[in-house]
């Protein structure tokens, strides 16, 4: 059983700078290029070279990759990136550039190794009323500043009854680097994943140009920023669309023993029409029924739910949602025993909540705060998501969560699979998905110990291996490869288009390092 570190949060950091400030010293001390040119007078004075500020800016929420940069910017105007950007491309070494927003990433890919950590929250000082996000209730949209969160989008919207209509599980991550991989949750089989949903942004370019672009103005780089995991542009601003917003929503849990029929229901409910979200997740019996993530269960149901658990080993456990408000409060438990009508999950095992709308979308943000108060947040994180297709999630389900994580009996973190359709997705953009109508969202969120979360990554990699055996043509979700020919095989027929997308708008390729697409160091 993985163990969990009790250590600290300001203790991690305090350690973590405490053993960089040699290496730190030995960068300040040497008289190679790049260091004369980050501490030129052109944008010395943004740069920040304290050495907590350099400790924070080189790790994220993974707590697995440290990349130390020369310098933070934390800029006050889209300006002071314009300018850095334009400088690094005149230096005869120009040095990484990695915009850096909630740092959710979990293996380094918002790090920039000897190169410019740009903290984009910073950014917030730029908006005289300090809020960077405009909501035009005529055209159903919002304007949003790349640094802002999502939470913050949500309680804004809000105010003029509206709100986006594609979200991800965790809202406290920032619109920029959400956009710049793709933004997935259970709205996604109906409303596409969020990318899907921008109508326009401003894009600050690798060569340093200020674009405004959309699918009409300035085509290519529109369609190459969103899901280009930061190769191409820093988004400052992106124009969401926005929807009526629900008061509340009926959440509905039931549980399964067979995954074959799991799937089945899952991929019936995204074909009917009615449901507005979808996920699918599995209980272990080496794990309580509730984790940090969604403590949806009674104690009483709980019990029930473990004592099931000791008889199959695996469950398989849908959720679904049907939103409502004032207008359809008399119909909506109606609706939602038409939905639940023929689904084939075990009797007498379905549970349903009535919660806000808001408390539902921002349902991971209490298992982070008690796991912060508790002091487990701040542990790796292993992480593996994929994207299966729906022609191979059997083989998934026997050769992975069967035979590798149950028998192993490694992984603590919530374990998600479910469908969404691949109509959704507009593939002239940057992210890519299997070649198949239907694929599923598999989330493995492996929380470990400074001891041995090794371990759980050596289980990424035989999973990774497995589907590599059985001829799984699965694709990385917040993709980490340690070889360009990986990454050459992740885009496929897409890897040309990149590479020209990429001379285009960063010729010299100094945007997100730590993506290592183009550098493997």
């Not at 199959?312 to 949602?321: F, S």
């Not at 490694?410 to 239907?438: C, F, N, Q």
């Not at 969202?441 to 291996?465: A, K, R």
């Amino acid at each position: 059983m993985a163990s969990r570190c009790l250590i600290p949060a300001h203790f991690i950091v305090f350690f973590i700078v405490s053993r960089l400030m040699s290496i730190i010293g030995k960068l300040r001390r040497s008289n190679n290029s790049l260091a004369s040119e980050i501490h030129s007078p052109v944008i010395g004075s943004k740069l920040c070279y304290d050495l907590e500020a350099i400790g924070l800016a080189s790790t994220d929420y993974g707590n697995i990759v440290q990349e130390i940069p020369s310098a933070v910017l934390y800029p006050t105007s889209i300006a002071d990136i314009i300018k850095l950007i334009k400088f690094s491309n005149i230096c005869p070494h120009p040095f990484n550039v990695a915009a850096q927003g909630h740092g959710h990433s979990v293996r380094g890919q918002a790090m920039a190794h000897k190169g410019v950590v740009v903290k984009m929250p910073s950014l917030k000082k730029y908006y005289e009323n300090g809020n960077g996000i405009r909501v035009s209730t005529s055209g159903n949209y919002a304007d949003v500043g790349g640094e802002q969160l999502w939470i913050d989008v949500l309680n804004t919207t809000l105010e003029h009854g509206l709100a986006p209509v594609s979200w991800t599980d965790y809202l406290y991550l920032t619109v920029g680097g959400t956009l710049s991989n793709a933004g997935i949750s259970g709205q996604t089989f109906l409303y596409g994943p969020q990318i899907s949903n921008v109508l326009e942004m401003d894009v600050i370019t690798g060569k340093g140009d200020f674009m405004t672009c959309s699918k009409d103005k300035n085509s290519e780089l529109f369609y190459a920023v969103l899901g280009g995991l930061g190769q191409f542009g820093i988004i400052t601003r992106a124009r969401i669309f926005l929807a009526k917003a629900p008061k509340r929503v009926k959440w509905m849990r039931m549980l399964y023993s067979d995954f074959s029929i799991f799937t089945r229901d899952q991929e019936h409910l995204i074909s009917i029409e009615g449901l507005e979200y979808l996920e699918g997740s599995l209980m272990m019996d080496y794990t309580p029924a509730n984790n940090w993530r969604s403590s949806f269960f009674s104690p009483s149901n709980e019990s029930l739910i473990t004592s099931l658990l000791k008889k199959h080993g695996i469950l398989y456990c849908l959720d679904m949602v049907k939103y409502y408000d004032d207008e359809t409060i008399k119909s909506v438990d109606k609706e939602v025993e038409l939905l639940q009508e023929g689904l084939s999950y075990i009797p007498g095992f379905t549970f349903t909540r009535d919660e806000t709308y808001v408390d539902f979308l921002n349902r991971v943000r209490r298992g982070e705060l008690s796991l912060k108060s508790k002091g487990l947040w701040d542990v790796p994180h292993p992480w593996l998501n994929l994207f299966v297709p729906k022609s191979h999630i059997m083989d998934f389900n026997d050769g992975v969560f069967v035979d590798i994580i149950h028998r192993q009996k490694k992984s603590h973190g919530p374990l998600l699979v479910y469908p969404t359709t691949k109509t959704k997705w507009d593939d002239r953009m940057s992210a890519v998905t299997p070649d198949e109508d239907i694929f599923y969202c598999v989330g493995l969120l492996h929380s470990g110990s400074f001891d041995d979360w090794q371990d759980l990554d050596n289980q990424n990699n035989e999973i990774l291996e497995f589907c590599d055996r059985a001829g799984i043509k699965m694709k990385q979700y917040l993709p980490h490869y340690k070889s360009k020919e990986d990454w050459i095989k992740h885009f496929g027929s897409k890897w040309n288009t990149f590479l020209e997308r990429k001379a285009q708008f960063d010729p010299r390729m100094i945007l997100s390092p730590g993506q290592k697409i183009f550098n493997s160091v």
